[in-house]
């Protein structure tokens, strides 16, 4: 018993210091918020997640690309495949060439990637004073404690501290790491139309952003929360089983 | 190998095949009825163990493989496209991905079982070579590995790596240029990682496969670290260790589950989630977890060494650095002929006991710091130097407690048998 407390305490000591890696430059660390994803029956929120597709196609399209989302993936978030068509079609892609060997443009379709507001990352940094606005598919995988850091990000702006200089272009974020952040707050009260009643706050919106973005990086989180759960239950039960049959089997040996 | 006496057996099929080739009694003398001594404790699962994750690697590789196209404009897109668009593709890449981890795991603990027991010592000498053969084998398939997905972790942490042989004496930037394939981590680098991270699992199962022949030669070690001398001190390995393997292997899997869909990310580190970038350095480059040691030893030595009073240096900080770390490992080899006392287990020798945990503790510590920042601080002292401490630990545990404990260390009297031993 002792050991198997040993190889346990080791265990955790090996897992334990695995996050001191992930050790930020000197910004807070973004506060946890509740989110409907967390924990093991963690499941997404479709309306947020529809509210928050509102706000990226209304707003962060702009700047950003999501290209590794295709518009038939929108049947994720509670869509209709005739809903999903009727937003493809609002976008225009390039496509080709045809038999002329000429390159069309075409209303985008459900297989589509979500279309990128530049043509290259030189056009995005030549229209954005030389910062790139980074691709938003796996925003929340490729920072640590992603969903709080993108809520605290789009909710952290304010006045530069005392002695900070911000050149042309740059913006005070108290959640980016050195605060300096070459995006300008894009959010403001107001400037998304909810229909169902939602309050229409800069909270509100990053919240709903975020799960939508959550949803974009980690499409199957539902699917291997809910696995999951089924595969826990089996292995306890074999290992109990297990444990059962050990025992009975060394019973006279000790 | 199995060309002695051969058993008899009822069902004729397995006698028609057995008679031709003794598969069927080499697996019952060496699984079925081998005497295995009758006092193991949970840590005897890890070997197990590790051979369940062996084999879990290369299969899910395998699968991963089939939709990985290794290629610096594709690699990434292509890791995406397993997690978004094929089948179950991201539960074969959260298996793969943190079963690096629990491998590693795995193996950490099937060592420190081997240290704490005196497995390495006479006549077990060859069969712990060959484990840290392939301890090494190991820790390049997954560096290598680690490569693959190319994000910035992966081309950074492997230029970083790769660098460190330029520190070596006329050669090393032959063997740089050769490991990259070109003149910097490129295209070329990429393939050949992918090769070779196909080919090493399988040179991993060969020195495997030695390894449990040698273990099958000697015989297992035990907690009480004496021969089993009379029938009363062994049982079959099956059933009573089969079924005991199972359940712990069973506990194991179930952890590594829990990884596996509730935080599948979390050892892993969240630039890696971002394309390789040559033109942006990450803040900090960290290797995985599991090389965290190594890396701070690495980076212990931060001075030049060369002859007093002139500027001549002998060894650079860089080359230091590199032999240090690589110096680690070669330890490991000769650990057999560094402690030499008559008594195998810790159970037995205190002082011992006291010195090992003690090194544990300070791998976990060398770990900590080989996560932080270069210039890291702990209050007023910079952490490099505890690293620098550490290492030293590290070393003289080797190279002056062990040597001095075999000769000085008296020791507690050793049962009489293994089955007595279990009595008390
Ligand atoms: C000793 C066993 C092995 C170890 C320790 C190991 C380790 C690793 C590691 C750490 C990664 C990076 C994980 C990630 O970030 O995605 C990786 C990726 C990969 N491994 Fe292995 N591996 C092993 C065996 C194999 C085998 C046998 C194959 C194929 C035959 C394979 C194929 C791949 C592929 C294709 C990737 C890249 C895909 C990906 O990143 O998900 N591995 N491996």
């Known amino acids: 018993m002792k050991k198997t407390i040993l190889s346990l305490m080791a265990l955790g000591l090996i897992i334990g210091f695995a996050p001191s890696s992930f050790a930020a430059g000197d910004a807070p660390h973004a506060p946890h918020q509740h989110w409907h994803f967390d924990g093991i029956t963690g ?25 590794r989302v295709a518009y038939r993936n929108l049947v994720d978030l509670g869509y209709t495949e005739d809903q999903v068509k009727n937003i493809a079609v609002e976008y225009t892609v390039t496509d080709g060439p045809n038999e002329d060997g000429e390159m069309f443009d075409r209303p985008a379709r459900p297989s589509d990637k979500f279309v990128s507001p530049y043509p290259n990352d030189k056009a995005a940094k030549a229209l954005n004073n030389g910062a790139l606005p980074p691709d938003l598919s796996l925003i929340t995988k490729a920072r640590h404690n992603g969903p709080n850091y993108l809520y605290a990000i789009l909710t952290g702006y304010g006045e530069p501290e005392h002695g900070v200089e911000l050149m042309e272009g740059q913006h005070w974020n108290k959640y980016m790491p050195g605060h300096v952040i070459a995006m300008a707050a894009p959010l403001s009260d107001g400037i998304v139309a909810y229909e169902d009643g939602t309050p229409e706050t800069v909270s509100q919106y990053s919240k709903d952003v975020t799960n939508f973005l959550v949803w974009a990086a980690d499409p199957y989180l539902e ?32 | 190998m199995a060309s002695g006496p051969r058993e008899k057996f009822d069902n004729p099929t397995i006698e028609w095949i057995d008679s031709r080739l003794p598969i ?39 699968i991963l493989a089939m939709s990985y196209t290794a290629h610096v404009d594709y690699a990434f897109d292509s890791v995406e496209r397993i997690m978004r668009d094929v089948n179950s593709g991201w539960l074969i890449r959260y298996i793969h991905m943190n079963g690096a981890s629990f491998f590693f795991i795995a193996v950490f ?75 910097s981590v490129d295209n070329p680098t990429l393939n050949r990682f ?29 907690p009480a670290g ?24 069973l506990v194991f899997i179930t952890i590594y589950a829990f990884f596996v869909f509730y935080a599948p990310d979390y ?68 650990l057999p002929w560094l402690d030499t006392h008559p008594i195998r287990s810790a159970r037995y020798r205190p002082l011992f006991k006291t010195f090992l945990l003690i090194f544990v503790v300070n791998f976990v510590f060398l770990g900590y710091v080989g996560s932080q920042g270069a210039d890291a601080m702990v209050g007023p002292i910079p952490l490099s130097l505890l690293g620098l401490l550490a290492t030293g630990y590290y070393y003289g545990f080797f190279l002056a407690i062990l040597p001095w404990l075999s000769k000085f260390e008296k020791g507690r009297d050793l049962p009489p048998s293994i089955h007595e031993s279990v009595l008390d």
């Open chain 2, 24 to 62: 069927f009694t080499m697996l019952n003398k060496e699984y079925g009825v081998f005497p295995t001594p009758k006092n193991f404790n949970y840590f005897w699962n890890f070997g197990a163990i590790a051979m369940f994750m062996l084999i879990t690697m290369i299969v899910s590789g395998i």
């Open chain 2, 226 to 249: 004496i021969e089993p001398k009379t029938k009363k001190d062994t049982l079959p390995f099956h059933p009573y260790y089969t079924m005991k393997d199972t359940f712990g292997l």
């Open chain 2, 194 to 222: 992918f090769a070779l991270h196909y080919l090493m699992p399988f040179l991993i199962c060969a020195v495997v496969f030695l390894h449990v022949w040698a273990l099958h030669v000697t015989g297992s070690n035990n």
């Open chain 2, 109 to 183: 603990i099937h060592m420190f079982r081997s240290l704490y027991y005196g497995s390495y010592k006479q006549p077990r000498e060859i069969l712990w070579i060959l484990g840290v053969v392939i301890f090494l084998l190991m820790m390049a398939t997954a560096f290598m590995g680690y490569v693959l997905p190319w994000g910035q972790m992966s081309y950074w942490g492997a230029t970083v790596i790769t660098n460190l042989f330029s520190a070596i004496p006329f050669v090393g930037e032959s063997i740089v240029t050769l490991l990259w394939g070109g003149f």
């Open chain 2, 267 to 334: 050892l892993g580190h969240p630039d890696n989630y971002i394309p390789a970038d040559p033109l942006v350095t990450p803040a900090h480059i960290v290797p995985e977890w599991y090389f965290l040691p190594f890396y701070a030893m690495l980076r212990a030595i931060t001075f030049d060494i060369g002859i007093p009073f002139t500027d001549i240096t002998i060894i650079s900080a860089k080359l230091g650095g590199v032999i240090t770390m690589f110096g680690s490992i070669a330890l490991l080899f000769v």
């Open chain 1, 223 to 254: 699917t291997r929360k809910r696995t999951g759960i089924a595969v826990l239950i089996f292995l306890i039960v074999f290992s109990g089983v297990m444990y059962g049959v050990k025992k009975k089997i060394w019973k006279d040996i000790h």
């Open chain 1, 43 to 67: 499941q997404f929120d479709k309306a947020a997640m529809q509210r928050g597709l509102k706000v990226y196609r209304e707003v962060c399209s702009a700047c950003h690309s999501l290209k």
